[in-house]
């Protein structure tokens, strides 16, 4: 058993989160592998490049990133009052999410699986 009273134990496990702003979305119907191809193109960059970068990349991916990118954009801003000229995506990646399982009915009466994949796509930013 941990020791300290109930508060004091939540006061101490508040203190030691991460204050950086970020976004985070859960089940997205995108693979981790086509979620990791966007998210390396943006990774390191200015909020301000990788927005362009995402506006104009043809995968489906990045309409969901950029979307997600503009909410943790938004975070920075409205919850930690930073400025967003100096916001830069230090952390993004995609982890895997429970995969929906279908049928897919073949010759012969045979049926194959289709799986369809979904991730939890994370974005973290900080300040220059």
Known sequence: MSKGH????KRERNAQKDTRPSAKLSYARVPVQKACFVLDAIRGKD??????????????????????????????ENNNGMN???????????NKGPTMKRIRPRAQGRA???????????????ER
């Open 6 to 9: 109930r508060s004091q134990i």
């Open 47 to 76: 909020t301000k490049t990788a927005l362009a970068i995402l506006t104009y990349s043809p995968r489906y991916a990045s309409e969901v990133i950029l979307k997600l990118l503009k909410s943790a954009i938004a975070n920075a």
């Open 84 to 94: 967003v000229e100096n916001l830069y995506i230090e952390e993004c990646y995609a």
């Open 112 to 126: 194959y699986r289709i799986e369809k994949r979904t991730s939890h796509i994370t974005i973290v930013l900080n």
